[in-house]
């Protein structure tokens, strides 16, 4: 009669309070959506991000519904009610030299919550409608950049040789240059041109979000090829890859059926964390006013308004400062909790 031992390799990690018997017999992504769910901390920093999201995506039924404003015109002699009187948006005289104008600050009430920019515009609402276009941005050019840097590295890790040699270098020629010297160069050219970025039937004009979106992608893609590069080189010589070649299977076969689903892992680990850094990069490249451009908002572009305010109406740049810090926060403690849930030494072994 065989006898089983369930005894972990000497390389196996096993997660806290975690048995080899309890993960024996699941597939890989059983193991990692069970470790993931054990993560308290990791889920709460879900949580907290789409929960960001959703007040984000709200923001249309918070200027519309909630505050009664439009975000996006500038309300420089409009009036608001606070504790049942009108007062002015703009407020003569308010700041320490008792001359100019000064926004209104938070009433704590629907219309203006946190107050106003100076141009009069709801500080609250474009912090929402900024973390649309903040988190769009990010998301969208971090899955681009992951999509494209999975393509290129999977190519060069399988070929290998010039082509290997090509793409390398190529990326080596993308990661000389200082991240953000680079996405300012691209989004000068392409930001202030008056026809934005014509390429084929591809026509995106320059206020259009596809334009910051593909620069920041751009400049990542080294930053996700090199891990994905040498995790495929590690995964072609493993001994399935040897059996498919030696039962004829094409290269096509070889790279999308035996070595991307033993290295997806690597690309699912990187993406929050390249979500975090993109929505970062967004943030600095709108605050220095080469990313979204007025009226439309991102949490960057708020903070910019918000520079001029920091003594007297501190608030408007505190705001979206601590939705970028949280977004960013919860983004990172998700990344090594995935990362933790999907640890590819984890194996378990059978044995007579």
């Known amino acids: 009669m065989a006898e089983f031992a369930f005894e972990p390799e000497p390389e196996v990690h096993l997660a806290p309070g975690e048995s080899v018997r309890e993960i024996s017999g699941r597939s890989p992504w059983r193991i990692a959506a069970r470790r993931l769910a054990r993560n308290k901390l990791a889920l709460a920093s879900l949580v907290l991000f789409s929960l960001i999201v959703v007040v984000s995506l709200l923001a249309p039924v918070y200027a519309h519904d909630v505050a009664h404003t439009d975000a996006f015109n500038s309300n420089l002699s409009g009036t608001t009610t606070v504790n049942g009187k009108k007062v002015p948006v703009l407020q003569q005289g308010g700041n320490t030299l008792g001359i100019g104008e000064t926004p209104i600050g938070p009433t704590w009430h629907s219309n203006y919550f946190v107050g106003a920019d100076n141009q009069g515009r709801d500080v ?18 971090a899955v681009i950049c992951c999509l494209a840097a999975l393509l290129l590295g999977l190519v060069a890790g399988f070929f290998r040789r010039w082509v290997d040699s090509l793409l390398s270098r190529l990326m080596d020629l993308i990661w000389a240059f200082p991240v953000y010297l680079l996405a300012i160069s691209l989004a000068t050219v392409l930001l202030t041109s008056k026809n934005g970025l014509q390429w084929w039937f591809i026509h995106l004009s320059a206020s259009s979000l596809w334009l910051p979106t593909l620069i920041i992608a751009v400049v990542y893609v080294p930053y996700v090829y090199r891990p994905v590069r040498g995790q495929v080189l590690s995964v072609r010589e493993k001994e399935y890859v040897e059996a498919a070649v030696g039962q004829g299977a094409s290269n096509l076969r070889l790279m999308f059926a035996e070595i991307l689903p033993n290295m997806i892992s690597t690309v699912i680990v990187l993406l929050p964390l390249m979500i975090a850094t993109t929505v970062l990069t967004e943030s600095a490249l709108s605050y220095l006013g080469i990313g979204v451009k007025d009226p439309k908002s991102s949490w960057g572009t708020v903070i910019n308004d918000g520079q001029n305010l920091l003594y007297s109406r501190p608030l408007v740049a505190i705001v979206p400062g601590i939705f970028i810090v949280l977004t960013i926060l919860s983004l990172n403690v998700l990344g090594d909790g995935v990362r933790d849930a999907l640890d590819p030494r984890a194996k378990i072994r059978v044995r007579d």
């Open 124 to 141: 609250m609402a474009r912090v929402l409608y900024g973390g649309r276009a903040s988190l769009q941005i990010g998301v969208a050019s």
